[in-house]
């Protein structure tokens, strides 16, 4: 894959709710741009992104796929990434590291619950995108309504810069507003669209939506503005010039529309790829900080600018071995040379860079800024690290990816089979940020948790398949979090003879709750002077240990401030050991005078059924002590059902939903936020009442 210079350089995310079609897209990329010469279908489990065994049994993608191909002379990078939300990660990082963005939404329901946690996601990192209605073949479809909802769901300035031709079975093809011509499909695999004369029927809707357009755009350039203020017309070169520069700017979003399993309306998105979204040099440079000092540094996509790489992913690649994904930012990145790893500290030598290709590889000698590459070889390295020149150190804002909210215990078939199997929950956990394992010191239990019940369960799959490990897993269980509700001081007194020397410690600590979603928040309030800094790092340390396992059941506790306001101790009759053991003691005193709670993970969950089953699936959501927050009719006599439910009380509620709705239904769910359990549920979770 020869190079080119940076500003004919794309690296895009395809990014959707769960089935909107973003493998089927990427797959009429592939083949449109000469990358195949066959076209894949999901359902078939033949396409190229959606490789892994178990993505083509279950027509799901589960892990983002990276790939590339040549559009106008132009390099396109795409990652291709999973809709369901238990895989959000994936899109995390892949957003993280990408450029632009291409949101597809399913033409019959428009804006649906994930298409809003990844359009929120590429606003985080600022990413510029474009929209493709995809679907326009399928019953109900509707293009106008699809746009209405991104803008009223995603509060988002979304504009057509087309008009469908025919919907449905008679979608056909696009009007393009901007050259005002019809790109018509008359082929079965939609290599050729023709270039035609716009139908008569659709004469007066085409003037009233370029007027739209055009004036849309108008509004955002003061030049073209003046122009047109003027009476002149614009050209569709100053159009997609005004474009692109709102659409970098974030401040408009071109809608396109299509059906990609029909192979109608990929070109014109490849098209608006190249014209409207950003090269590596349209975005501003990264902001990292020097390890030592603190001070901000910046890098620019340069490739004669010292290196600076993130690492966003990393793969056990049955072949090559461990490979670390990385986004070159600056600078040139040769094979068999070594780099410094932040935060790490530690010095990495480069074995093989790969350009990969969905699971295949392609070898090249160097790499340079603007790039995504991946890399063998690096033994410290994980996702979230930064790679730069040792002579030009650098570290870049890491990666920061959701807590599970569920876990299950696991345990081997046979004895012998334990240390595979905690080796294997090592690389699975290497690979996926989302996913953690420990060995539970109470029970000697091995816990597993995840995002959700299906990313659980690929993953034990995993285990068996590619890890030969064949395991038992238990019920799903929730995971919960502790946290107080009042401030406290506390103090914890420590004494210890040892070889007839005594050592003492005494602290004294103030506990306060935090609000939602803030963690942990410690402060030390005595000077070095009056407590040495090694004490008061004991202290912190003894905290820190505390906090993984709360007074109630043993769950983390978070949203905590802790603030050492006192300590005491006799020169030459103490150490770090009785600093901590006064400390924990303290905490977990503190902790159980300051009205403990159970908190547990809330969903927001979207149903979607048949009108005359929303009474039922209503009530059986507040019979989970669920809250409505609201219903939306939507096309085709079915109800968008919406609310917030306890995750304790949704396992199962795949099977459950279909019951209700005679099997019509659907849902789909995210955390939203943790609340505190009822007394009365968590009194049953307890086995017993808490602590007041
Ligand atoms: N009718 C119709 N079906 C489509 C179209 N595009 C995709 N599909 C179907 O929609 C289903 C999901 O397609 P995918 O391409 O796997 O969707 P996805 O967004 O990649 O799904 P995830 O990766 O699992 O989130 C498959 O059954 C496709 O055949 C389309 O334009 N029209
Ligand atoms: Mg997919």
């Given at each position: 894959?020869e190079?080119?210079p940076?500003?004919q350089?794309?690296?895009?995310?395809?990014?959707?709710?769960?089935?909107?079609?973003?493998?089927?897209t990427?797959?009429?990329?592939?083949?449109?741009?000469?990358?195949?010469?066959?076209?894949?279908?999901?359902?078939?489990?033949t396409?190229?992104?959606d490789?892994?065994?178990?993505?083509?049994?279950?027509?799901?993608?589960?892990?983002?796929?990276?790939?590339?191909?040549f559009?106008?002379?132009?390099?396109?990078?795409i990652?291709?990434?999973?809709?369901?939300i238990?895989?959000?990660?994936?899109?995390?990082?892949?957003?993280?590291?990408?450029?632009?963005?291409?949101?597809?939404?399913?033409?019959?329901?428009?804006?649906?619950?994930?298409?809003?946690?990844?359009?929120?996601?590429?606003?985080?990192?600022?990413?510029?995108?474009?929209?493709?209605?995809?679907?326009?073949?399928?019953?109900?479809?509707?293009?106008?309504?699809?746009?209405?909802?991104?803008?009223?769901?995603?509060?988002?300035?979304?504009?057509?810069?087309?008009?469908?031709?025919?919907?449905?079975?008679?979608?056909?093809?696009v009007v393009d507003?901007?050259?005002c011509?019809?790109?018509?499909?008359?082929?079965?695999?939609g290599?050729?669209?023709?270039?035609?004369?716009?139908?008569a029927?659709?004469?007066?809707?085409?003037?009233?939506?370029?007027?739209?357009?055009?004036?849309?755009?108008?509004?955002?350039?003061d030049?073209?503005?003046?122009?047109?203020?003027?009476?002149e017309?614009l050209?569709?070169e100053?159009?997609?010039?005004?474009?692109?520069?709102?659409?970098?700017?974030?401040?408009?979003?071109?809608?396109?529309?299509?059906?990609?399993?029909?192979?109608k309306?990929v070109?014109?998105?490849?098209?608006?790829?190249v014209?409207?979204?950003?090269?590596?040099?349209?975005v501003?440079?990264?902001?990292?900080?020097?390890?030592?000092?603190?001070e901000?540094?910046?890098?620019?996509?340069?490739?004669?600018?010292?290196?600076?790489a993130?690492?966003?992913?990393?793969?056990?690649?049955?072949?090559v071995g461990?490979?670390?994904?990385?986004?070159?930012?600056?600078?040139?990145?040769?094979?068999?040379?070594?780099?410094?790893?932040?935060p790490?500290?530690r010095?990495?030598?480069?074995?093989?860079?790969?350009?990969?290709y969905?699971?295949?590889?392609?070898?090249?000698?160097?790499?340079?800024?603007?790039?995504?590459?991946?890399?063998?070889?690096?033994?410290?390295?994980f996702?979230?690290?930064?790679?730069?020149?040792?002579?030009?150190?650098v570290?870049?804002?890491?990666?920061?990816?959701?807590?599970?909210?569920?876990?299950?215990?696991i345990?081997?078939?046979?004895?012998?089979?334990e240390?595979?199997?905690?080796?294997a929950?090592?690389?699975?956990?290497?690979?996926?940020?989302?996913?953690?394992f420990?060995?539970?010191?109470?029970?000697?239990?091995t816990?597993?948790?995840?995002?959700?019940?299906?990313?659980?369960e690929?993953?034990?799959?995993?285990?068996?398949?590619?890890?030969?490990?064949?395991?038992?897993?238990?019920?799903?269980?929730?995971?919960y979090?502790?946290?107080?509700?009042?401030?406290v001081?506390?103090?914890?007194e420590?004494?210890?003879?040892r070889?007839?020397?005594?050592l003492?410690?005494?602290?004294t600590?103030?506990?306060a709750?935090?609000a939602?979603?803030?963690?942990?928040?410690?402060e030390?309030?005595?000077?070095p002077?009056?407590?040495p800094?090694?004490?008061?790092?004991?202290?912190?340390?003894?905290?820190?240990e505390?906090?993984?396992?709360?007074v109630?059941?043993?769950?983390?506790?978070?949203?905590?401030?802790?603030t050492?306001?006192?300590?005491?101790?006799?020169?030459?009759?103490t150490?770090?050991?009785?600093?901590?053991?006064?400390?924990?003691?303290?905490f977990?005193?503190?902790v159980?005078?300051?009205?403990?709670?159970?908190?547990?993970?809330?969903?927001?969950?979207?149903?979607?059924?048949?009108?005359e089953n929303?009474?039922?699936?209503?009530?059986?959501?507040?019979?989970?002590?669920?809250?409505i927050?609201?219903?939306?009719?939507?096309?085709?006599?079915?109800?968008?059902i919406?609310?917030?439910?306890?995750?304790?009380e949704m396992?199962?509620?795949?099977?459950?939903?279909?019951?209700?709705?005679q099997?019509?239904?659907?849902?789909?769910?995210?955390?939203?936020?943790?609340?505190?359990?009822?007394?009365?549920?968590?009194?049953?979770?307890?086995?017993g009442?808490?602590?007041?």
């Open positions: 894959m190079d080119r940076l500003q350089v794309r690296n895009i995310g395809i990014i959707a709710h769960i089935d909107a079609g973003k493998t089927t990427t797959e009429r990329i592939l083949f449109y741009t000469g990358r195949t010469y066959r076209l894949g279908n999901v359902d078939e489990g396409t190229v992104t490789w892994m065994e178990q993505e083509r049994e279950r027509g799901i993608t589960i892990a983002s796929a990276a790939v590339s191909c559009w106008r002379d132009h390099r396109i990078n990652i291709d990434t999973p809709g369901h238990d895989f959000t990660a994936e899109v995390q990082r892949s957003l993280r590291v990408l450029d632009g963005g291409v949101v597809v939404f399913d033409a019959v329901h428009g804006v649906e619950p994930q298409s809003e946690t990844v359009w929120r996601q590429a606003d985080r990192f600022h990413v510029p995108r474009i929209c493709f209605i995809n679907k326009m073949d399928k019953t109900g479809a509707d293009f106008w309504r699809s746009i209405r909802t991104i803008e009223e769901r995603l509060e988002a300035a979304p504009v057509a810069i087309q008009v469908p031709i025919g919907v449905e079975s008679s979608f056909v093809g507003l901007i050259d011509v019809a790109l018509v499909y008359h082929d079965e695999l290599r050729e669209p023709i270039r035609e004369p716009i139908p029927e659709l004469k007066d809707l085409v003037a009233e939506k370029r007027q739209i357009l055009v004036e849309t755009i108008a509004e955002t350039d030049v073209l503005l003046t122009k047109y203020l003027d009476g017309e050209t569709p100053e159009l997609r010039m005004g474009l692109r520069r709102a659409t970098l700017a974030g401040q408009l979003v071109p809608v396109l529309c299509g059906a990609a399993l029909r192979n309306g070109q014109p998105v490849l098209d608006a790829i014209d409207y979204l950003p090269s590596p040099l349209d501003p440079p990264i902001r990292g900080v020097h390890p030592e000092t603190g901000e540094i910046v890098r620019h996509a340069d490739p004669q600018e010292p290196l600076a993130l690492v966003f992913k990393i793969v056990t690649d049955p072949f461990r490979l670390a994904y990385m986004r070159l930012y600056s600078g040139t990145l040769r094979s068999n040379s070594s780099v410094h790893n932040y790490k500290d010095k990495e030598r480069i074995g093989r860079l790969l350009h990969m969905a699971n295949h590889r392609e070898e090249v000698d160097q790499v340079s800024a603007g790039d995504i590459v991946a890399v063998g070889g690096l033994k410290f390295t996702t979230g690290d930064t790679l730069c020149d040792p002579a030009h150190p570290v870049l804002e890491s990666i920061v990816f959701p807590e599970p909210v569920i876990y299950v215990a345990e081997p078939r046979t004895a012998a089979e240390q595979k199997m905690l080796d929950l090592r690389a699975l956990a290497d690979e996926d940020p989302t996913f953690k420990r060995v539970d010191e109470n029970t000697g239990q816990l597993i948790s995840g995002m959700g019940e299906l990313h659980l690929i993953l034990v799959e995993r285990l068996m398949r590619e890890f030969n490990v064949r395991a038992k897993v238990g019920k799903p269980q929730v995971a979090r502790e946290t107080i509700t009042k401030r001081r506390s103090d914890g420590f004494t210890l003879q070889s007839g020397k005594l003492s410690a005494a602290v600590l103030e506990l709750p935090l939602k979603g803030q963690g942990f928040v410690f030390n309030e005595l000077p002077i009056r407590l800094a090694e004490y008061a790092k004991a202290v912190r340390a003894a905290v820190e505390s906090l993984a396992a709360g109630l059941a043993g769950y983390p506790i978070v949203d905590i401030r802790v050492l306001v006192d300590a005491m101790f006799v020169e030459g009759e150490s770090e050991a009785a600093f901590h053991s006064a400390a924990s003691i303290a977990n005193k503190g159980r005078e300051a009205g403990p709670v159970l908190l547990e993970p809330i969903m927001r969950i979207e149903v979607v059924a048949p009108e929303t009474g039922d699936v209503i009530a059986d959501m507040n019979a989970r002590r669920g809250e927050q609201g219903m939306e009719p939507l096309p085709g006599g079915v109800q968008a919406r609310g917030l439910v306890p995750l304790a396992f199962g509620y795949a099977t459950d939903v279909r019951s209700v709705t099997g019509r239904g659907a849902f789909t769910m995210e955390f939203d936020h943790y609340a505190p359990v009822p007394e009365s549920v968590a009194q049953q979770i307890l086995g009442p808490l602590f007041t």
